[in-house]
């Protein structure tokens, strides 16, 4: 974040507010908080409806602010905590359910990366070794995954043998993994294939308010860039995204990405100012939705007591 700051000056951060667009801005919240109502949607969906929509909606707050405002990994241990303290829903079901919203999640992003790169491919000649191996790898992922969704418990206890060959299996994130996959594994095919539809289907929904909200946030500041350009770079964020240890929300990693992909499109001298300021805007909108927990709690407070003490 220091080779970001040091390309800028307070003078040019300060000037942003000629050119901020209030109304993109506005459009961008909305987005912002339809990509969090749309996740807990598919989360709350996944579960069986084991709990309430509102209380899935304040754990998915509080994921995403931790992972937002510590690291990622913060974030997914709260998810997991939190459906188990809470709700009383294991963390077997939860793992499972994270992973395969994460595997519809990867599937629509490397279908928008495909297709926004088809247009603008002759132009990112620099990339395109990368945007082939991520895609690749990608193809190959899903590829296991589903083989260990419809082969089963075969392939699980062959992976698992595996990575006990390797002595992979005694760390916490394999071991968490495995018992996820085991839990697929122990569901019925038409259940299992059922759940992927839904959840792929919730995921290209996510995908696609968080594309619309990628793309409000370039006209935020009234980047002169055009649609596929920005989709595409709003893909390959989302793939960043992704790495893990990632601190404060992908802080200085993300600005750095973006510096370069946004300098493939001849955008160099005013990027950083602006990258300043979208994630200045980033950690106020997700201020503002964190403000829904203390409220909820505010709300069932304030609940009349029935006389049988509900």
Known sequence: MGVILSRTSLAEIIALRDRLSWTWLIAGFILFVAMTLVKTLQYWILLGRQTSYRNTLRIVIIQNALTNFVANTAGIASYLAMFQMEENVKVRKSGAVFILTKAGDLLCMGLFLLVSASFIWTRV??????????????????????????????????LRRILQTLRLDRLSLIQRGLFALESLAAQETKTVTQTLLTGTSLSFAYMLATMAYGYTRVQTFQIPLEFWAIIFIASLMQFVSVIPFQVFGGLGVTELSLVFLYGLFGFVDEIPAILVGLRVLFYIFNLILLAYVPLDSFLDHKKPVTADGK
């Open 125 to 158: 000649p620099v990339l395109h070794q990368l945007v082939t191996f991520i895609l690749v790898a990608l193809a190959a992922g899903l590829t296991v995954f589903w083989t260990a969704v419809f082969l089963r418990q075969t392939f699980v206890g062959f």
